[in-house]
């Protein structure tokens, strides 16, 4: 075996055998060469990081329901604040991550939506969410709010019209 290969597998066995440490990584095979890494799972340890970094307030009024309206402090990663349902809060927008869709995108200009009146309630969502700042407003003015609204519970109240 040449110095340089053996070098290079030295410092390949060193740098899995840390990752090893952090949990990051484990060797498909008992003996590490250069060529036996497993790829590393980036993308669970940036969805973790990115997780950590959630950080939401909800403000709600008008709901008909007297104990959802408020603000609240939502936290993922792990689930916190104040939000009264912060385990499935974040539950449901880890769902809507893994599916690539953006909750907080307002309904486009000139939709068609039908005519309906789902009741008085707004909402306020400030904060960072998947590493992108967030400041969104809901309401149950017509068909498309209201299912946008329906999208994002139970990080929503599930209002009453």
Known sequence: MSRRFSRTATVTAAFAASLAAVGAFAPTAAAVGPFDLAPLPLHSLFQERKQEQ?????TVVDTNITRADGTYELRCGP???????????????????????????????????????????????????????????????????????????????????
Request: with cysteine; aromatic share 4%; hydrophobic share 35%.
């Open 54 to 58: 959630d950080r939401l307030t909800v």
């Open 79 to 161: 689930a916190g604040g104040t939000h009264p349902e912060a385990a499935s809060a974040c539950a449901r927008l880890d769902e809507l991550a893994a599916e690539n869709k953006d909750p907080f995108t307002p309904v486009p200009k000139g939709q068609m939506c039908t005519m309906q009146m789902g009741g008085p309630a707004t909402a306020r969502v400030t904060g960072t969410w998947q590493g992108r700042s967030v400041d969104a407003t809901f309401s149950r003015k017509n068909g498309c709010e209201i299912s946008r609204w329906q999208n994002l519970v139970p990080v929503l109240p599930a209002a009453r019209g």
